[in-house]
């Protein structure tokens, strides 16, 4: 009785296969053979899973980085301590601020908006809210940052209001810019560094099947084939094993990235939230594209190197 092939060896036999059958004719190297493919098929596609996500981690970062200065660049924060008059001050000082020069808004942060800012600390409990003495805040939005709007706004609350705070946002604003732009740069190495790591391996594989097929490298030496036209052929090998890495990586590296858009905070607008816009989709097209080529060019360099190594 003849033996039947499972269904999960008849699609790992089409997945690492070199070739199909039907094209095993073209290589005049036995390249065709399974022999190492699985290995670099895997490893194409873990690399691209990673450099996915090296790669969103950048563009995420980026977007966040904007947002925060973008949206507290020409922002300030006039802070009145608690007291019976603190309200009225702030009713005086917000009107009198709308009036002077380069300030485009001034709003009182009401006590629904001061729930919501501590409620991720206290929670939604107003009892607890209320028994609290809240300073009143003074939202105040500039349309340019310099050293004498900002004089002339310090002067005018302190006035108005001599035990009032200034807060500008410089200082911890500059602190998370400088963190997130250090992550954002460490993403980018790591990507890089899998980009230069793809390029090593694909070219120990090519070397490794040099090694293993020498002798018919030498034959077709001496039937006048040229270094070229036997360099081409691992080429075409790679390009075919890797192209199904990087497919594989990208269906692995989207499942991850819809995963983590999934889990990750969408209500809290201090932490990053995955949101890829058409821009960043084309560059994160690119990616597979940019390892496939790194992949071609590195077997092609590495085989026509060995040929030129060989007697």
Same mark, same amino acid.
């Given at each position: 009785?003849?033996?039947?092939?499972?269904? +999960?060896?008849?699609?790992?036999?089409?997945?690492?296969?070199?070739?199909?059958?039907?094209?095993?004719?073209?290589?005049?190297?036995?390249?065709?053979?399974?022999?190492?493919?699985?290995?670099?098929?895997?490893?194409?596609?873990?690399?691209?899973?990673? &450099?996915?996500?090296?790669? *969103?981690?950048?563009?995420?970062?980026?977007?966040?980085?904007?947002?925060?200065?973008?949206?507290?660049?020409?922002? %300030?924060?006039?802070?009145?301590?608690?007291?019976?008059?603190? $309200?009225?001050?702030?009713?005086?000082?917000? #009107?009198?601020?709308?009036?002077?020069?380069?300030?485009?808004?001034?709003?009182?942060?009401?006590?629904?908006?001061? +729930? @919501?800012? *501590?409620?991720? !600390?206290?929670?939604?409990?107003?009892?607890?809210?209320?028994?609290?003495?809240? /300073?009143?805040?003074? +939202?105040?939005?500039?349309?340019? @940052?310099?050293?004498?709007?900002?004089?002339?706004?310090?002067? %005018?609350?302190?006035?108005?209001?001599?035990?009032?705070?200034?807060?500008?946002?410089?200082?911890?604003?500059?602190?998370?810019?400088?963190?997130?732009?250090?992550?954002?740069?460490? +993403?980018?190495?790591?990507?890089?560094?899998?980009?230069?790591?793809?390029?090593?391996?694909?070219?120990?594989?090519?070397?490794?099947?040099?090694?293993?097929?020498?002798? #018919? %490298?030498?034959?077709?030496?001496?039937?006048?084939?040229?270094?070229?036209?036997?360099?081409?052929?691992?080429?075409?090998?790679?390009? !075919?094993?890797?192209?199904?890495?990087? &497919?594989?990586?990208?269906?692995?590296?989207?499942?991850?990235?819809?995963?983590?858009?999934?889990?990750?905070?969408? &209500? *809290?607008?201090?932490?990053?939230? $995955? &949101?890829?816009? /058409? !821009?960043?989709?084309?560059? $994160?097209?690119?990616? /597979?594209?940019? *390892? $496939?080529?790194?992949?071609? !060019?590195?077997?092609?360099?590495?085989?026509?190197?060995?040929?030129?190594?060989?007697?």
């Amino acid at each position: 009785m003849p033996h039947k092939t499972s269904f +999960s060896n008849r699609f790992m036999g089409h997945v690492f296969a070199g070739t199909h059958a039907k094209s095993a004719h073209k290589y005049d190297i036995p390249l065709h053979n399974r022999l190492g493919t699985e290995f670099l098929v895997m490893l194409v596609a873990l690399m691209t899973s990673l &450099s996915l996500l090296a790669a *969103l981690g950048g563009i995420t970062l980026g977007h966040l980085t904007y947002k925060w200065t973008s949206g507290l660049e020409n922002s %300030l924060t006039i802070e009145i301590p608690h007291s019976a008059e603190a $309200l009225s001050r702030a009713e005086h000082l917000s #009107e009198t601020l709308r009036k002077t020069q380069h300030v485009k808004n001034a709003t009182i942060i009401g006590k629904k908006d001061m +729930s @919501r800012l *501590l409620e991720p !600390w206290l929670g939604n409990n107003e009892d607890m809210l209320a028994e609290i003495p809240l /300073p009143v805040l003074v +939202s105040l939005e500039i349309d340019e @940052r310099s050293d004498d709007v900002m004089k002339d706004i310090t002067s %005018l609350t302190r006035k108005i209001s001599p035990e009032a705070r200034l807060d500008t946002h410089e200082e911890w604003l500059s602190s998370l810019v400088k963190l997130t732009g250090t992550l954002r740069y460490v +993403s980018y190495f790591v990507f890089a560094l899998i980009v230069a790591v793809t390029g090593v391996v694909v070219a120990g594989a090519v070397r490794a099947r040099m090694a293993i097929h020498q002798k #018919e %490298l030498q034959l077709l030496h001496v039937m006048g084939a040229s270094d070229g036209y036997i360099a081409h052929q691992f080429v075409r090998y790679v390009f !075919w094993q890797a192209g199904k890495g990087a &497919s594989l990586g990208v269906i692995i590296g989207a499942v991850l990235i819809v995963a983590l858009a999934y889990v990750s905070p969408s &209500s *809290l607008e201090t932490l990053p939230h $995955l &949101s890829i816009q /058409p !821009w960043d989709l084309v560059l $994160l097209v690119c990616v /597979p594209i940019l *390892l $496939l080529g790194i992949a071609m !060019w590195a077997a092609r360099h590495t085989s026509l190197q060995v040929l030129r190594e060989m007697p």
